[in-house]
């Protein structure tokens, strides 16, 4: 996996098992600031989905987490900016 990675739990519709997965942060980052869709697939049963706007949202709060955390090691090389407030867009995503 490339860059910077953030991890997050998912629950798969099918049995209800939480599991963490893990994306690079500037993929989920781009596609929560360009409205895309987030392909969400679960482990355990290979399940996928389009994240919903909850599941968006809780991602949302583990990115602006992520950048909190990243701001003393610079996002600035990521290309992001992570002001509060950047994912409190979800129209359009799910």
Same mark, same amino acid.
């Given at each position: 996996?490339? *860059?910077? @990675?953030?991890?997050? @739990?998912?629950?798969? @519709?099918?049995? *209800?098992? =939480?599991?963490?997965?893990?994306? @690079?942060?500037?993929? /989920?980052?781009?596609?929560?600031? +360009? ?8 482990? #355990?049963?290979?399940?996928?989905? +389009?994240?919903?706007?909850? =599941?968006?949202?809780? /991602? #949302?709060?583990?990115? &602006? ?13 990521? *290309?992001?900016? #992570?002001?509060? *407030? &950047? #994912? &409190?867009?979800?129209?359009? /995503?799910?």
């Amino acid at each position: 996996m490339n *860059g910077v @990675p953030l991890r997050f @739990p998912v629950t798969c @519709p099918k049995c *209800g098992r =939480e599991s963490l997965v893990e994306f @690079p942060l500037v993929q /989920i980052a781009d596609a929560i600031l +360009n409205d895309r869709r987030i392909r969400l697939t679960a482990p #355990c049963h290979g399940e996928s989905w +389009n994240a919903n706007e909850i =599941e968006v949202q809780q /991602i #949302c709060e583990y990115l &602006d987490a992520a950048c909190l955390d990243r701001r003393k090691t610079s996002v600035a090389g990521l *290309g992001l900016s #992570c002001s509060p *407030g &950047d #994912c &409190d867009r979800t129209e359009g /995503i799910a």
